[in-house]
């Protein structure tokens, strides 16, 4: 099934989402200089499933390309998405990468 992904933005963040038959896919963000905070995804519980958020986490990335900024993902989801999709890391910013670092030094 094809969806329409939708942008409401402003000088601070913004949101991409997807209307669903009343209800919405929705993913927050928040921006710092040229890096994207990824806050919160959220699909309904009746479109889980469907790859619903992967799209808007596409969305985010063909923004974040075009605006030549970086993602720093926050939310579970987010941070998952790039966890199994490690072909996209150079789209992650330098300040989430280097806390990942610090983190496995410290668990290590």
Known sequence: MEYSISLEESKEGGQFF???????????????GNEVYVTHTYTPPEFRGRGIA?????????Y???????IYPICSYAV???????ELKSMLSEN???EIEQRTLFIS
Not at 64 to 70: E, I
Request: charged share 40%; proline share 0%; net charge positive.
């Open 54 to 62: 992967a799209k808007l986490m596409e969305a985010l990335i063909d």
């Open 18 to 32: 997807i209307e669903l038959e009343g209800e919405k896919a929705v993913l927050d963000f928040v921006k710092k």
């Open 64 to 70: 974040c390309k075009k605006n030549n900024m970086k």
């Open 96 to 98: 989430y990468l280097k």
């Open 80 to 86: 998952s998405f790039f966890e199994k999709n490690t």
